[in-house]
């Protein structure tokens, strides 16, 4: 199973920065110590062109020149340098690389991603372009040109909070369907309304969260009836776990890895690619963040050697 990483592009943070830079590096690096056939790629960086898929020309310049002020600096979370511009536009790579790779293979992963607090014309909440947002809009664009037909996408967002930035990206656009559950008093403060959104109580455990999430994919699955979706990118976040800084909710290891296992094997019986993106996990102790999300690697990698068998009994 291919995974595309960028952690070779890290910003300079201040001392005490809350977001966990190095989680990237500790994940491929745990990833090279696994048993199973992972084989890791570092990401290309997304152009301008392929930005402005889903951005405004004139914010993707003023990230790319430094032209941001203060406080679109403030929103972001990070102080603009070019690194921070290198990384982003590698960040949407790697989802860009894994998307195709999955209409390929099945399966494939962004060891980073999930930016999805980016809007077309500005950043927000660690995210400065949006990296599943450039890559739908892109497979769209290719799916088109070679195959001269419609790519629908789904965008699952399991990351514990609301992915306001590809809502708004997709608001008026019915072949990109975005789905977000993630916890209600969370930021951001001010959501935008996803095509559904299931918002979860602070506290949520496993058997509530599962229950919501079947309820939310019946409802997913209900409303394709007539035209299913040709792509999933799958927002994979762990800052529903227990421990998360951030998260509010209550999940276990066992009840995330429950999480992937349903959405990877409800989008593998139905023969729909996914790309994941790892998104958010803020725990206290980061070596269990990494954990966490070596965990759904693991899952993924489980549903990717089933693709080829769910592919013959379809052919059959």
């Given at each position: 199973?291919?995974?595309?990483?960028?952690?070779?592009?890290?910003?300079?943070?201040?001392?005490?920065?809350?977001?966990?830079?190095?989680?990237?590096?500790?994940?491929?690096?745990?990833?090279?110590?696994?048993?199973?056939?992972?084989?890791?790629?570092?990401?290309?960086?997304?152009?301008?062109?392929?930005?402005?898929?889903?951005h405004t020309p004139n914010y993707i310049a003023s990230v790319a020149e430094g032209l941001l002020g203060a406080a679109e600096q403030r929103a972001i979370g990070f102080p603009w340098s070019p690194r921070m511009v290198e990384r982003a536009r590698r960040?949407?790579?790697?989802?860009?690389?894994?998307?195709?790779?999955?209409?390929?293979?099945?399966?494939?992963?962004?060891?980073?991603?999930?930016?999805?607090h980016a809007h077309a014309d500005h950043g927000s909440g660690y995210c400065v372009f949006n990296d599943a947002a450039v890559a739908a809009r892109l497979m769209q664009a290719e799916w088109h040109r070679a195959r001269r037909a419609l790519l629908r996408v789904l965008?699952?967002?399991?990351?514990?909070?609301?992915?306001?930035?590809?809502?708004?990206?997709?608001?008026?656009?019915?072949?990109?369907?975005?789905?977000s559950m993630h916890g209600a008093k969370n930021f951001p403060a001010r959501k935008r309304c996803s095509d559904l959104d299931v918002e979860l109580p602070d506290g949520c455990g496993d058997a509530p969260y599962l229950a919501a999430l079947e309820r939310a994919?019946?409802?997913?699955?209900?409303?394709?009836?007539d035209a299913p979706p040709g792509l999933v990118f799958y927002l994979a976040g762990v800052d529903?776990?227990?421990?998360?800084?951030?998260?509010?909710?209550?999940?276990?290891?066992?009840?995330?890895?429950?999480r992937d296992r349903r959405v990877l094997a409800a989008l593998r019986e139905r023969r729909i690619p996914v790309?994941?993106?790892?998104?958010?996990?803020?725990?206290?102790?980061?070596?269990?963040?990494?954990?966490?999300?070596?965990?759904?690697?693991?899952?993924?990698?489980?549903?990717?050697?089933?693709?080829?068998?769910?592919?013959?009994?379809?052919?059959?």
């Amino acid at each position: 199973m291919k995974l595309f990483h960028s952690d070779h592009f890290v910003l300079p943070l201040p001392a005490g920065h809350r977001f966990p830079m190095q989680k990237y590096r500790r994940l491929r690096e745990c990833v090279a110590l696994e048993p199973g056939p992972f084989e890791t790629h570092e990401a290309p960086a997304a152009s301008d062109g392929e930005l402005a898929l889903a951005h405004t020309p004139n914010y993707i310049a003023s990230v790319a020149e430094g032209l941001l002020g203060a406080a679109e600096q403030r929103a972001i979370g990070f102080p603009w340098s070019p690194r921070m511009v290198e990384r982003a536009r590698r960040s949407v790579g790697a989802t860009i690389a894994a998307a195709r790779t999955a209409l390929r293979e099945g399966v494939a992963a962004n060891l980073a991603g999930g930016t999805h607090h980016a809007h077309a014309d500005h950043g927000s909440g660690y995210c400065v372009f949006n990296d599943a947002a450039v890559a739908a809009r892109l497979m769209q664009a290719e799916w088109h040109r070679a195959r001269r037909a419609l790519l629908r996408v789904l965008v699952i967002d399991l990351d514990v909070h609301q992915g306001d930035g590809t809502a708004a990206i997709f608001e008026d656009d019915p072949t990109v369907f975005t789905f977000s559950m993630h916890g209600a008093k969370n930021f951001p403060a001010r959501k935008r309304c996803s095509d559904l959104d299931v918002e979860l109580p602070d506290g949520c455990g496993d058997a509530p969260y599962l229950a919501a999430l079947e309820r939310a994919l019946d409802e997913v699955w209900r409303r394709h009836d007539d035209a299913p979706p040709g792509l999933v990118f799958y927002l994979a976040g762990v800052d529903v776990h227990e421990a998360d800084r951030l998260g509010r909710l209550a999940l276990t290891a066992a009840g995330l890895a429950e999480r992937d296992r349903r959405v990877l094997a409800a989008l593998r019986e139905r023969r729909i690619p996914v790309a994941l993106s790892m998104a958010g996990g803020y725990g206290s102790d980061i070596e269990q963040t990494v954990s966490l999300h070596l965990a759904s690697l693991r899952e993924a990698q489980a549903s990717w050697a089933a693709w080829p068998a769910a592919m013959e009994q379809c052919r059959a």
